[in-house]
């Protein structure tokens, strides 16, 4: 994670050397294909239909297992189905209205017994979007392009909320932590949508009047169930058979059996350039298109220029110059003054995935939502010494990545990494990843504060796995 913390005011004369220290970044990045951010058009909140039908593949907050969710909701039955199954275990199949929610049983086409458990969640509104939620630009998130909108959790971090450009429905969602709204997805930290229609009618009323008129009681497991993931360890299960039949039917190419053909995890290059969008934990921060440099074996060396998600040609935000054992940050405040803080873990191992123990949670073979032409493979990251604590990565089977996320982040940060263009085994002139002089104990001659040694390894020990450190 790159470090956005507010320093204090520096002297405007410093900014002129800051800036050639970048060794003209921003220029470089102009000729990178960096995913730049155009305005909303429109601006306005989107809107659901009244009746839609969506499919979800539904990431957990921790290391759990991923899970498919169809989605049925109907505004005038003040009701939303929500049927849900686990790729290794466990289904649900709930009936949530204004009063009740009913975890249904038989044929899923008619089911035939409702147990009422009680009030756990509310039917989605006709906007998920708050009233004070802003649209950042139009930029592409996977396979499509997007609206970005975020809104402000109570404690200051973002809701983000992704809209097709095309249809002005979801295409994905990420909450900071476990969120009642929108019901049952939010018992999930990244939801994507690769199916997302209006509907004519639905059937939602009627089985909302049989359940009010023919409910059994709950069990005791049922009635003590807070989560979705939780309702899904309770009750019977499926086989199987059934379970690949069910997944395969609503994500096509999705399959936890192709996983042992995947296990071993992809190793970076010693060289590669690639570009990417970081979004930060933070309501009040944005997007940030990035160009990242990296060299292994030569410097050693990760560089990140971080730009505005508008202004072209590029101009640089943050820049993080990682190093091995010790990453330093640099950060163009307000006044346009450039600071540098020794304040982050080191460069990125190329073998952290393997390191790290990041084990494969689902491969989605040629879906033409997630990459017709790809076979990729989305794996469960464990973050050293913190529990069920996990990271998300997805990558192609030839080694492209596709998404970084941490659930739960919390900090300054920025944690999600939607990749772009990667060009493995590119190198760069030395010079490219030579240390800026304000991040050097020079600095204080230019009237900087002290740039530090680093983070010290009981700080970082978390993410020794993954990243060098201080020894």
Known sequence: MFARSVKVALLAGCAALALCAMRNGAAAAADSGLPMFAACQPATQPVLPARWRAVGLMLPYLRQQLVVGEFVRDAAAHAMRATLTGLQSGTVDLLITDKQTYRLSGPHDAPNVCAALGHKYDPPPDSWLASGSTCDGEAPVGTKNAQWWKTAAPDGRAVWQWYRTDTRLPWRIMLPSRSAAPAVIGDYAMTYFPTFAPLATTNLGRLRDFCAAQARKATPAELAASTAPELMATGSDIDAAERAKRVQALIPGLSIQACPAASKPPHWPDQFVMTAILTPIQFQFTPLPTLLYYDWQGAGTMVGL??????????????????????????????????????????????????????????????????????????ACPVKGEGLHVNWSWYTTDGRPILFTEPEAIGLGLNIADYHRWLPGVTMPPDTFALPAICTPQAAEFGLPPVGDGLPPDKTVNCSDCHTTRQ
């Open 306 to 379: 971080m730009n505005e998600p508008h202004t072209l040609p590029p101009r640089l935000e943050l820049q993080s110059v990682q190093t091995k054992g010790v990453g330093y940050g640099i950060e163009r405040l307000p006044n346009g003054v450039f600071a540098c803080r020794a304040a982050t873990p080191g460069v990125v191992r190329p073998d952290w995935m393997s390191v790290a123990a990041c084990e494969c949670s689902g491969v989605i073979d040629h879906n033409p939502d997630f990459g017709a032409n790809d076979v990729s493979v989305i794996r």
